[in-house]
């Protein structure tokens, strides 16, 4: 295996340039200030040869010790248990892609965020070659299950397994699962390997302190400490994933290194870090452990997720859509388009619905239901709780299996260059006529008044109404014409709303959107 100058950091390559979000375990350890308490005792999920994710109640583990009396804590006897499972997996892939700003972050990301795989090659831009590169994983089960993220064995043609005591091996790929950054490779050896096992993330307290173990920069086994900064951190890094963020200091060739608890458990897996520099500045992102033990089970039975279907397009309740459709509080997720003869259209969803329970429990926001949904098994039914025009529902469900993703084409709007018939809340209005579908590419299924222009000092261009934005609904309105455009917003007003729903649909997509109407 090449090594790598530490003075010369490497830098990610660019077929893995995204965000990588998802809940596994990263090699951590929470550890107190002054006097500090252990976290109350929990059940854990045992690391057996037969079965990764077994659940054990075994609490004899090294815990952080006195030096001397008043002295601070070491975490020696804990880090000599744990980190004989950390290892360092290397990846040898063939590609073209590039790093075009040259920083080796993900060029089609923020910048600021960057994940933690290591590049030690690099080839010209565009030149066919082999990259090899490193990241971290750990040990579950003594046969030699391996947990790693899914972006350091991505389209890998060899996956190479290097442990602590020196041994190298070839790692064989069970599955993975690119939804939450979650894979699942095997080594096979002679004799019995260290495991780590996995804790409970749900016990975690922000400022509970954490100890991290990795490869960063080739340096294998290398251990930080530091404290949870956050729990549920939501980055926009996927549907499934609320982040733990962590201050321990983690660099590139982290990623996929486990995150202990004062247990030596795990209880998240290093996966990204927001750096404006590239370096740690102290804001790490590890994937939870029980989103891990989730996934992992299935990989291990199925060598992939399946997940739960709904067939809606939702978006969570703000307080502006709240107290335009009179909800006492911002909760819940509100039914953008429903996808033909989906599931949830088959048991009677409508655009317009606010799913506030599945099961009896309350829907927090879209990312909840999303979450939600995905864990409930294809072929199983669920009890919806809706709230339709001011009225609770509830509908019961099949849920479905979740399709493949797949990327629809949006044509960008041409620039207005019709004139409005009407006016409302800064928006010029016409109706959708023929010329109004080819100056703005609608399609034949967008129905509605089409906003010509939009006044930037306005709450609608705040709200980022543009141009060739169609409007099919104002309440519970349908609209064809600017006056019933201004006619669902008398009808608001005259209720004494502050602010009117609006349906918009928006190159291919529909959308909820509360605008201010001000006084009548």
Known sequence: MQTENPQNPPRTPGRHRRLLAMSSAAAIVVVGLGAFALLPPVRH??????????????DTHATPRMLENSAPFSFADLVERVSPAVVTITSETMS?????????TPDNLPAPFRDLFNQFNKAQPQTPHKEISAGSGFIIDKTGLIVTNNHVIDASKKITVKLPDGRS???KLIGTDPATDIALIKITSDKPLPTVEFGDDRALRVGDWVVAVGNPFGLSNSVTAGIVSSIGRDIGAGNYNDFIQIDAPINRGNSGGPTFDLRGQVIGMNSMIFSPSGGSVGIGFAIPATTIHDVVAQLQAHGRVARGWLGVEIQSVSPEIASSLGLKEPKGAIVASVVPNGPAAKAGFEQGDVVTAIDGKAV?????????????????????????????????????????????????????SLPATGSAMGLGLASVTADARRTYNLGDAVNGVVITKVDPASDAADKGLQPGDVVMKVGSRMVKTPQDVQAGIAEAQKGGRKSVLLLVASQGASRFLAVDIGPA
Request: proline share 6%; net charge negative; no cysteine.
């Open 45 to 58: 999920i045992q690391a057996a040869s037969h079965d990764p994710v077994q659940i054990a109640a075994n």
């Open 364 to 416: 927090e926001d879209s990312r909840d239901l999303t979450r939600r949904v995905a864990t409930v098994v294809a072929g199983a039914s669920a009890d919806f709780t809706i709230q339709r025009q001011g009225a609770p529902k509830t509908i019961k469900v099949m849920i479905g299996a979740r399709p493949d993703d797949k990327v629809a084409v949006n044509v960008p709007a041409t620039p207005s």
């Open 96 to 104: 073209t892609a590039s790093d075009e700003d040259g920083d080796g």
């Open 169 to 171: 091996f070839t790692a």
